[in-house]
């Protein structure tokens, strides 16, 4: 079983910074073969995809997060890292990260969510 845990949320004050980690349990290669994700959910709205990096580096935002948000990934580490800056009050939900099999999509092994609050 693949184990996916994310940490690093916490509460923030708007305009402030956040660093989301996300570790896989499993093999060097076989992190290194999976494209990687981050997810959102706000109370009351869906999951929705936040940002995305291939297993070759190639990364990807929604626009909510083009310009403050940042996925990058340390193959060694086994990790993903979500460097979130300018926060927004909007930017509150559980922030979900996503290992794809290899590619994203619904069959992907998924955290159990760190709580990013923003306060104004």
């Known amino acids: 079983q693949v184990l996916v845990v994310e940490s690093g949320g916490g509460s923030v004050q708007a305009g402030g910074s956040l660093l989301l980690s996300c570790t896989v349990s499993?093999?060097?290669?076989?992190?290194?073969?999976?494209?990687m994700g981050w997810y959102r959910q706000a109370p009351g709205n869906e999951r929705e995809w936040v940002a995305g990096i291939t297993s070759g580096g190639l990364t990807k935002y929604a626009d909510s997060a083009k310009g403050r948000f940042t996925i990058s990934r340390d193959n060694a580490k086994k990790t993903v890292y979500l460097q979130m800056n300018s926060l927004e009050t909007g930017d509150t939900a559980v922030y979900y990260c996503?290992?794809?099999?290899?590619?994203?999509?619904?069959?992907?092994?998924w955290g159990q969510g760190t709580q990013v609050t923003v306060y104004s």
């Open positions: 499993v093999s060097a290669r076989g992190f290194n073969n999976r494209a």
């Open positions: 996503a290992a794809g099999r290899p590619t994203l999509g619904p069959d992907s092994d």
